[in-house]
C-alpha cells in the first residue's frame, strides 16, 4: 500500500501562487511516477503534469511556463509550484502515484491516489 497526503491548497487572488506539496509513505511501488490531476465541479478530472523517479518532468499545455512539478526522492515529498493562477486553474488538486512506464498522463494509469486538496483562484 502507499499513502499520499495532499497540502497546501487555499484560496488565491489571480495572478497570485500557491504550492502544493504531496507527501508519500508506504513502499508498494518501486520508483513510482508522481502525477498532479485537478478536477472542477462538473468536470472530468483531467491531467496537470507528471515526474519520473529521474526527474523527468512533462505538463499538459495549458500549465506550461506556469507550474512546476518536482520531487524530492530521500524525503517522500513531490510539491507543484503553480504560478500565474488563473480563475479557470480552480479545481480539486490530486496527487497520485504509479509504477514506471510511458508517460503516464492518463488517470487510469494510477494506482495510488490522494484525497485532494482545493485551489481556488479569485478573479
Known amino acids: 500500500q502507499m499513502q499520499l497526503v495532499e497540502s497546501g491548497g487555499g484560496l488565491v487572488q489571480a495572478g497570485g501562487s500557491l504550492r502544493l506539496s504531496c507527501a508519500i509513505s508506504?513502499?508498494?511501488?518501486?520508483?513510482?511516477?508522481i502525477g498532479w490531476f485537478r478536477q472542477a465541479p462538473g468536470k472530468e478530472r483531467e491531467f496537470v503534469a507528471c515526474?519520473?523517479?529521474?526527474?523527468?518532468?512533462y505538463y499538459t499545455d495549458s500549465v506550461k511556463g506556469r507550474f512546476t512539478i518536482s520531487r524530492d526522492n530521500a524525503k517522500n515529498t513531490a510539491d507543484l509550484q503553480m504560478n500565474s493562477l488563473k480563475p479557470e486553474d480552480t479545481a480539486v488538486y490530486y496527487c497520485?502515484?504509479?509504477?514506471?512506464?510511458?508517460?503516464?498522463?492518463?488517470?487510469?494509469?494510477?494506482?495510488?491516489w490522494g484525497q485532494g486538496t482545493q485551489v481556488t483562484v479569485s478573479s
Open positions: 515526474i519520473s523517479w529521474t526527474q523527468i518532468t
Open positions: 497520485a502515484a504509479t509504477s514506471p512506464k510511458p508517460l503516464p498522463t492518463a488517470a487510469d494509469k494510477y494506482d495510488y
Open positions: 508506504g513502499r508498494a511501488l518501486s520508483r513510482p511516477y
